[in-house]
């Protein structure tokens, strides 16, 4: 009973403090437009993959996910004082970036295996808004062991809102696209495991600059020598 209401207290403040960021912070600073929320899965593991251009990010989606995240967040972070408990309310988990953090893999495969929905950014760091960085093989291999449903996603106007290196907030729209969802079975099938990893991180590549195209922002992929992937007209945002 009392990990059941330790559970229920944690969706009521997840939920309280989504709809705040969301409505009191973003919504200021010119507001957000999503599409293709369908694409996320009401329920089972679910890998959220987001290009990464900003700081702002991850409060974009853990404010405006219809499932409620779990994420990694850097170590450092842990050891601020009030930001720590805050964070770790809302399903933070750390991780030692520049190194492979074992710990913090195992505990994002079992949050995937109780059927959690996981924020990950598949490159490993914030790109430039013009090319999108390399895809990091651990998350093929989370996707892998998981059997999660990965859904990349495309972000515009958080590279404006607060720009890489910027410590200033500036108002800007922001556009966020849920594209086609896909897990590693569907794309691997036949490969052996080193091309079905690599076609597992071409696939998401793919499809995040694809839904990176509808939301305003086209972008190359990493090693890619060919213009930038075009938006449908139709669906371009307004």
Partial sequence: MEKS????FSRIWYRFVARFVRHCFFGPLGGIKIYNEGNVPECGPVIIAPVHVSN???P????????????MAKEELFHVPILAPIIRSL?????????FDTAAIRHTIDRLTCGDAVLLFPEGQRGDSKVMGPIQPGIAVLAKRSHAVVVPVGISGTNRMLPRGSKRLHRAKLHLVYGEPFTYEEVSEGLTEKEGRLQFAKTLGDRIAAACAIAGMPLRTYGSESD????DPSQTPS
Avoid: I, Y
């Fill in 5 to 8: 209401n330790k559970s229920l």
């Fill in 228 to 231: 930038p992937v075009k938006s």
């Fill in 91 to 99: 399903g933070a988990f750390p991780v030692k970036r520049g190194e």
């Fill in 60 to 71: 974009l989606l853990g404010s405006t996910c219809p499932r409620q995240l779990r994420f």
């Fill in 56 to 58: 702002m990010d991850p």
